[in-house]
């Protein structure tokens, strides 16, 4: 690849950021039936606002484990972090959804990429905050 070459991000058909913003709204306030319908018409699951957010971010953090469970289902990232290096877990765990804590944990792909927040990348042990928050009944 030449140094004058720009690589463009493809964004899937359907998606603008309207249809980005309808999305993440869908999952924040539990309307799976939008989120579907978003989806179907070729809304990518994993788009990002302007603040890297995520629709699982915005489920996770409201405790909408059916749309959480719908978006791991159909291959939302759950190891997506927004701006801030927050993942849906951060969200959802700050938040105190413990049944959404647990369906993230099912699927996340590697524990290091949960202690980026407390900048202990490489880590593969949870933090005391993820210990605190696992505890929970």
Same mark, same amino acid.
């Given at each position: 690849?030449?140094?004058?070459? !720009?690589? !463009?991000?493809?964004?899937? #058909?359907?998606?603008? %950021?309207?249809?980005?913003?309808?999305?993440? *709204?869908?999952?924040?306030?539990?309307?799976? $039936?939008?989120?579907? +319908?978003?989806?179907? +018409?070729? @809304?990518?699951?994993?788009?990002? $606002?302007? *603040?890297?957010?995520?629709?699982? &971010?915005?489920? #996770?953090?409201?405790? &909408?484990?059916?749309?959480?469970?719908?978006?791991?289902?159909?291959?939302? $990232? @759950?190891?997506? +972090?927004? @701006?801030?290096?927050?993942?849906?877990? &951060?969200?959802?765990?700050?938040?105190? &959804?413990?049944? @959404?804590?647990?369906?993230?944990?099912?699927?996340?792909? #590697?524990?290091?990429?949960?202690?980026?927040? $407390?900048?202990? %990348?490489? %880590? *593969?042990?949870?933090?005391? /905050?993820? /210990?605190? /928050?696992? %505890?929970? *009944?």
């Amino acid at each position: 690849m030449g140094a004058d070459e !720009v690589i !463009v991000e493809q964004t899937p #058909s359907g998606t603008t %950021s309207e249809s980005i913003e309808a999305l993440l *709204e869908a999952a924040r306030y539990d309307d799976l $039936d939008d989120v579907m +319908s978003l989806a179907s +018409s070729g @809304v990518s699951l994993d788009s990002k $606002d302007s *603040e890297g957010r995520t629709a699982l &971010h915005m489920a #996770s953090a409201n405790g &909408h484990y059916g749309i959480v469970e719908y978006l791991i289902r159909n291959g939302a $990232d @759950v190891n997506a +972090s927004n @701006v801030e290096k927050n993942t849906p877990l &951060h969200w959802a765990c700050l938040n105190g &959804h413990i049944e @959404v804590n647990f369906a993230l944990l099912l699927d996340y792909k #590697s524990l290091a990429s949960l202690n980026l927040y $407390d900048g202990l %990348s490489g %880590s *593969e042990d949870l933090n005391p /905050c993820w /210990c605190n /928050c696992l %505890s929970l *009944e």
